[in-house]
């Protein structure tokens, strides 16, 4: 279960402090239920993902992490570039409690498999293409067993192939834990989300079905 | 937790303690492969950089025709000032370096911009340690005697001038990235230190008037204080001592903690 509690977020910008992009956000999200984020550019969506995620604090409010949470995948950042993969991903490794030799090596053949990055495994990151970054992304982050995976347009990036294998080990995923989405096709939500949150104003509604959410957040870009 | 998962699932989340050692553990190697092979042979110049220094501050010294330095061998004073204060420098200007060279890994939320500066300023400490200690044994291989007359006042000396760094290294992490042009100020404002510390000359041979300001710099007293741990009749400055050593690194080191601490959300910030 992940509890935020009156959240409020603004940035600080060269011109002193920002707008409010989240103004009192009261959300607890279940573990075991996939929930799609929807709402227009610049609603705080991505913003929201990173709270929930740990990687930035509110301005004001609480985030409540009673589960394990993954981080935002996806996110473009988590990968040193002059690192090889197979070096980050044993960073990941060691970051997240599985610094045994043994595990380690089960983690890592996981992540070069599920990545079929060949040869560039143990190349430099900053080497690899944005499609072949995303394969490692995605290979890291499915590597750990976590209650809630964030993410943050994960499913759109890679070629065909990848993204077949990747929505099939993503729909697992969902079937197995929770699983908090954000992405811009409306098929990719449907396919993985059974509830929603539809962002809007600095505020967020909560949506038992996803359909709901989607008809709340058309309707809002319809009229604007 | 699922039980179909792959093996070696922790089962229950673990306390704050045990992640941080692994984040320590995680980006302590991380950062060894870094800086040991970015480049090739980047290992070999991390070594050779002090024994060449050494070699032509050796080269000048003895043509200059001084065998001794204040009544120490000038081969072992010379690596002792030398790797002493190399080691110093590279700890606080890599920890200074150390938030920004990570960003990329803030999006996992375990590591904090703090792990980033301890782990490298450790990394540096050792670095400079196992370099001190090969040269030593060169030394040795040409006859110096390299075994220091008081061992734990040596350790003390070293651990001393490393908490120094750290402490500067913590604050002007926190200070190159909120203002990024003092970050460049700094590298050049702290030239001076290899002369003020006494790298290549005796401090005892300022004279005394000026010599009280010299002692203001804590690295000063830390070489002084390493160096005459290690030869039995050693005119050391007066003025050194572990008092001011280890007040100097408490204070940096409280100060820099208190400003991670303060601005822990704004190094964050991708």
């Known amino acids: 279960m992940i509890v935020v509690n009156d959240v409020h977020k603004r940035y600080q910008t060269p011109h002193g402090a920002g707008r409010w992009i989240l103004k009192g956000v009261t959300l607890t999200i279940p573990t075991q239920v996939s929930v799609g984020l929807v709402g227009r550019n610049g609603a705080g969506k991505s913003t929201l993902l990173n709270l929930i995620g740990g990687v930035d604090t509110p301005t004001r409010g609480s985030v409540e992490r009673r589960c394990r949470v993954s981080w935002p995948m996806g996110y473009g950042g988590g990968l040193q570039g002059s690192l090889t993969g197979r070096q980050n991903a044993k960073f990941v490794s060691r970051l997240h409690g599985f610094g045994g030799a043994e595990t380690m090596a089960e983690k890592i053949a996981y992540i070069e498999d599920f990545a079929e990055l060949g040869s560039s495994f143990d190349e430099p990151v900053r080497t690899y293409s944005s499609g072949m970054k995303s394969r490692l992304q995605f290979g890291l982050s499915l590597a750990f067993d976590f209650d809630v995976y964030i993410s943050d347009e994960a499913t759109s990036a890679g070629d065909a192939s990848f993204r077949k294998k990747a929505a ?10 929770g699983l908090i989405m954000v992405a811009h096709s409306e098929g990719t939500l449907r396919q993985f989300c059974q509830a929603g949150i539809w ?22 870009i319809s009229i604007a | 937790m699922d039980s179909a998962q792959p093996s070696g699932a922790p089962l229950a989340p673990r306390n704050t303690f045990s992640v941080t050692l692994a984040v320590w553990n995680a980006l302590f190697l991380r950062e060894a492969v870094a800086r040991l092979s970015a480049t090739r042979g980047a290992w070999v110049l991390i070594v050779l950089e002090p024994v060449l220094h050494a070699c032509f501050m050796l080269l000048l010294y003895t043509v200059l025709r001084t065998r001794s330095v204040a009544g120490a061998d000038v081969a072992v004073w010379l690596v002792l000032g030398l790797t ?54 060169v030394l040795a291989f040409f006859g110096h005697s390299i ?19 750290l402490g500067i290294g913590l604050l002007l992490s926190v200070i190159s990235e909120l203002i990024p042009e003092a970050g460049n100020l700094t590298v050049f404002l702290f030239r001076p230190l290899y002369f003020l510390s006494g790298a290549i000359f005796p401090l005892s041979a300022i004279s005394i008037q000026y010599r009280e300001w010299a002692f203001y710099n804590p690295f000063a007293h830390g070489l002084e204080l390493l160096r005459s741990s290690f030869f039995p009749v050693y005119h050391a400055a007066p003025e050194a001592n572990f008092k001011y050593l280890f007040g100097f690194a ?3 080191i409280f100060l820099g903690l208190a400003l991670q601490m303060r601005f822990a959300r704004k190094l964050r910030a991708q």
């Open chain 2, 147 to 165: 075994v220091p007359d008081a061992p734990m006042e040596s350790i003390l000396a070293f651990i001393g001038l490393m908490a120094c760094a």
């Open chain 2, 84 to 137: 002493g204060y190399f080691t110093v420098q590279n700890v606080f200007q890599r920890a200074m370096g150390a938030v920004d060279a990570n960003k990329a890994l803030f999006a996992y939320r375990q590591v904090r911009p703090i792990d980033t500066v301890i782990v490298r300023a450790g990394l540096e400490a050792l670095l400079g340690l196992v370099i001190l200690v090969v040269l030593l044994i």
């Open chain 1, 199 to 220: 962002l809007n104003e600095g505020q967020a509604h909560w949506f038992d079905d996803i359909e709901d959410a989607l008809k709340n957040y058309r309707d809002s």
């Open chain 1, 168 to 177: 099939d080990a993503f729909k697992r995923v969902a079937d197995r834990s």
């Open chain 2, 250 to 252: 408490a204070v940096s």
